[in-house]
């Protein structure tokens, strides 16, 4: 049967849902403070309990100094009780023993209360802490507790904790009731005194990307991926998603058959509009899904200001912008470019302006001078309101597509000429410039106060100011002809040191013992073998050798009866048999292929009868062994 102690610690095991060692370990620190106040030790000395899981017994160990005469039991012991514990002790040691006191339960039970239920506590938010700080960014339930107007909804969660959903993380409109079970996201945890404060949301884009992934398996499984998410929330949200594998409808599996996947998320965010388009990495395409519902006539882009100018019918103007711009608002953060929406009348109105007006598109003007009057007969029709034909409307579309995508050409050829102006003007600035501050240039200390404003703290910046745009130096508050003469004055005579590219000294090659070194052809002696019959080494065979070409791969051919003196080559480290040469050719190709070697067997003779040396084969005829051909 077990004691008191073990169905006590049992109970709070179960009651506060903690690791067992945690409440050991609380439990020996509270025996340890009520030690110290028992006694009255010192901080500075080391105490140790230990607790008897089975009968609850609890042990004091204290460090105290060995001596021969005790003057102060709570912090020296005498050499003959300590080589009890340590039979090698010396005087002066220090050593744990161990420093009970008597009747210490009752006591301690009384004093490390209050202890024990602390450290609990501590140990209760700690691992509250790291559970909710794993949860963040992931939806949790929770039952309502409180409702207030300025703190929030005070939510209760599992592990005991409570939740707060600040007002601005309410949904617009949403009211709670006491007792109701919500859903939400983790948005943060913070350190309080009182134990983490876990901030919870509706609000946020990421609880509606979480609900996606609850309601649309493609999404949580990786088949459909959220690219973008746009919302402000109880109102009106827009979603980009894409398939990451062929043939799959990302819109259709996020909408689901007759709309039940999305109408339950809809639900849960009381009725807020929920738009599903499919992501392009084309700008122009992603920009036109995105004014949805919206019909676009046009689309185009300017990539150096990052902004798109979207064109509609005159019908269609108001469901592009939204109720109080909300609609083009959401597309411009879901696509990451300034959306400007026109109507076609305004639009093309404008591109009349733009041609005729801007002095760089002369060219345009010039091309479009005869479309320009149909253009503006069309405008005037609808101006005082008569009725424009279908192919009247088109010819609309037509020009000013020809006009803004001449426009967006004509920028690009700008851009990239003065692109190349300014690679130009870096190119004829020493490095060195952009490394020396302006102060080198000794001008007054307006002056430089002036240009530092300005951004221009190194020479290499003034210089490109000075070669790019004199005028914007000249432009700044302060800096008057005077100035500029001083400013030009400096940039002529200030001189730049190059880093000096350290010389390379030439050693002279020493022979290594070992190398193979090259050695003039002069200088190589004439090795004549003494087999050789003196008619090879002949002037015109030799010359007929060195004219003959060298091919990598060589074919030599032994025909049966060849003379001794056809196979032999030239060179005296070559005075080996063709056969046998070409053969370990045949060899070593034939391991790179990874083929098995035939074994050949060629042997050279010398025939009396036609007294001359000739190459022999031999074949293997069966199981009987080799034969002569």
């Not at 479009?368 to 088109?394: D, S, Y």
């Not at 870096?426 to 200390?445: H, T």
């Amino acid at each position: 049967m077990k004691n008191e102690f073990a169905l006590a610690f049992n109970e709070v095991l179960e009651e506060k849902q903690l690791p067992k060692e945690i409440i050991m370990a609380a439990i020996e620190s509270a025996m340890v403070s009520a030690y110290r106040r028992a006694v009255n030790a010192s901080n500075a000395q080391e105490v140790v309990a230990k607790i008897d899981p089975e009968t609850g017994k609890v042990t004091i160990f204290a460090e105290k100094e060995v001596v021969e005469d005790v003057q102060d039991q709570r912090t020296e012991v005498t050499i003959e009780a300590a080589r009890v514990v340590n039979p090698e002790i010396n005087l002066n040691d220090m050593l744990l023993v161990e420093s009970t006191p008597a009747d210490f339960g009752r006591v301690a039970a009384q004093t490390a209360r209050q202890v024990i239920q602390q450290r609990i506590r501590e140990a209760e938010r700690q691992m509250q802490a790291d559970f909710f700080n794993k949860q963040v960014g992931e939806i949790i339930s929770g039952v309502v507790q409180a409702v207030s107007m300025t703190q929030g909804v005070t939510i209760g969660l599992d592990m005991k904790a409570e939740g707060i959903m600040p007002p601005n993380q309410k949904i617009p409109g949403e009211k709670f009731k006491v007792h109701e079970r919500i859903r939400s996201i983790v948005l943060e945890v913070k350190d309080s005194p009182r134990g983490p404060q876990i901030i919870l949301s509706r609000s946020h884009r990421n609880f509606l990307r979480r609900l996606l992934e609850n309601e649309v398996p493609e999404i949580y499984h990786g088949i459909v991926e959220i690219r973008a998410i746009s919302r402000e929330p109880g109102q009106r949200a827009k979603v980009a998603v894409s398939a990451t594998q062929p043939n799959v409808d990302p819109v259709g599996a996020c909408v689901g058959i007759k709309g039940v996947r999305i109408q339950a998320i809809v639900k849960e965010l009381h009725d807020e509009k929920i738009d599903i388009i499919e992501w392009n990495t084309d700008p122009v395409l992603y920009i036109s899904k995105a004014i949805s519902p919206a019909k676009v006539s046009g689309v185009y882009l300017n990539e150096a200001e990052k902004t798109a100018t979207v064109v509609v019918q005159e019908d269609q103007l108001s469901l592009a912008i939204g109720r109080d711009g909300q609609n083009a608002r959401l597309a411009a953060k879901l696509t990451g470019w300034r959306i400007d929406i026109k109507s076609l009348i305004e639009a093309a109105s404008d591109a009349i302006v733009k041609v005729q007006s801007d002095p760089s598109l002369a060219n345009i003007a010039e091309v479009e001078h005869k479309n320009i009057p149909i253009v503006e007969e069309v405008l005037a029709k609808k101006t005082e309101g008569r009725p424009v034909t279908p192919e009247e409307f088109m010819t609309l579309i037509q020009f000013v597509e020809r006009v803004e995508r001449r426009t967006v050409e004509q920028k690009k050829a700008t851009a990239a000429a003065e692109e190349e102006r300014v690679l130009v003007a870096r190119s004829g600035i020493p490095n060195a410039a952009f490394e020396m501050a302006i102060e080198v240039l000794g001008l007054p200390e307006h002056v430089y106060n002036i240009l530092t404003e300005a951004e221009h703290r190194t020479v290499g910046d003034l210089m490109m100011a000075m070669k790019l745009n004199p005028d914007s130096v000249l432009g700044l508050a302060g800096i008057g002809p005077k100035s500029m003469d001083a400013i030009r004055t400096a940039l002529e005579t200030i001189k730049f040191h190059e880093p000096e590219v350290p010389a390379v000294e030439l050693v002279p090659e020493t022979p290594v013992e070992g190398l193979v070194t090259e050695t003039p052809l002069e200088a190589v002696p004439e090795i004549v073998p003494e087999t050789v019959p003196a008619e090879i080494l002949s002037e015109p065979l030799i010359a007929e050798a060195e004219a003959a070409p060298i091919t990598a791969e060589p074919v030599i051919e032994i025909e049966e009866g060849k003379p001794l003196e056809e196979i032999f080559t030239l060179r005296p480290d070559m005075l080996q048999p063709v056969a046998a040469v070409a053969e370990d050719e045949e060899d070593e190709s034939d391991k790179k292929k990874g083929k098995k070697k035939k074994k050949k067997v060629v042997e050279i003779v010398y025939d009396e009868d036609l007294e001359k040396a000739i190459a022999k084969k031999k074949h293997k005829r069966g199981d009987e062994g080799w034969e002569e051909d």
